[in-house]
């Protein structure tokens, strides 16, 4: 299908994905839920209930907008006080948090972020850096930018708790006295969350269960109802739009390649006529 059509494998598994989610949020697929519906696994192991599904699903009568939640400053502070009162490691939590509204990368992406991301040899953040091909879900290099104040409290404490645990230790003066490609992240275990290969031989499919659970259990304690981390990258969207970015800049920083995936994963929002009118002059 992405050969007679001239798009990539990634495009079309993406848009499977998306009627097969929507087929489980709104028809009954037996033994699938909306979550299963996101692995191409679980799919072909219920083809046939989700043709079935298929099959008597009615069209829309008319064509609707996409509803999609977008975060504002307010509600992701109040969720970050929430996370602080509520985890049993706070300093980690919340830099994981502020780390997914701050540069709108995919969890995966950042389990794998190394300290030598984050820091320069002399511990100062960088606030260019790169997204690594061999940390990027795409396998493309792509700038990451660490230009958040929020962000910055949040790792700064964090990395001196590391530091005080001896967890992840290099060479004094250099790096914060961090190992440079030790994991910026560590999971509970005191290692870097791990990362295990899937799929079909020759794939480079990963997945990573602990950054999801993780992530889950940080929005659940934030109590952002209907919130997840695809969610957090709308945000990201959306602020960039905000700030006159095109597709093109938004498809680069959260590392999608074609401006017509970008339109539509990342839909620019149109403000209503009662946004647009007020104070003209």
């Known amino acids: 299908m992405a050969a007679a059509h001239d798009v990539t494998r990634t495009a079309v598994e993406r848009r499977i994905k998306t009627v097969a989610i929507h087929l489980a949020g709104i028809a009954s697929v037996d033994g699938l839920n909306i979550n299963g519906a996101a692995f191409v696994r679980r799919l ?96 493309r290099a792509r700038p990451l930018y660490f230009r958040s104040g929020r962000l910055d409290d949040a790792l700064d404490a964090y990395l001196a708790e590391r530091v ?70 709308h945000t990201v969207a959306d602020r960039l739009y905000t700030r006159g970015a095109d597709e093109l800049q938004v498809g680069l920083l959260l590392g999608i390649a074609e401006r017509s995936a970008v339109r539509e994963q990342f839909p620019r929002r149109q403000p209503t006529l009662d946004e647009l009118t007020r104070d003209l002059v």
Not at 93 to 121: C, K
Not at 189 to 199: K, L
Not at 209 to 221: A, D, F, N, P
């Open 44 to 139: 072909r192991l219920h083809r046939e209930a989700l043709h079935t599904a298929l099959e008597s699903l009615e069209p829309p009568a008319a064509a609707t907008a996409r509803s999609i939640r977008i975060l504002n400053e307010d509600e992701i502070a109040a969720g970050a006080q929430r996370i602080r009162r509520r985890s049993q490691q706070p300093l980690e939590d919340l830099a994981l948090y502020y780390m997914l509204f701050a540069i709108g990368a995919r969890p995966l992406e950042i389990a794998r972020l190394e300290v030598q991301d984050y820091l320069d040899v002399t511990g100062s953040v960088r606030r260019l850096s790169l997204m690594r091909a061999e940390v990027a879900i795409t396998c």
């Open 164 to 233: 005080r645990r001896r967890a992840g230790l290099g060479v004094e003066g250099q790096f914060r006295g961090l190992d440079p490609s030790s994991r910026l992240f560590l999971s509970s275990s005191g290692r870097g969350f791990e990362i295990v290969p899937y799929g079909e031989a020759g794939q480079r499919r990963f997945r990573c269960r602990g950054i999801q659970e993780t992530y889950r259990k940080l929005l659940r304690y934030a109590e952002l109802d209907s919130v997840t981390a695809l969610t957090a990258r």
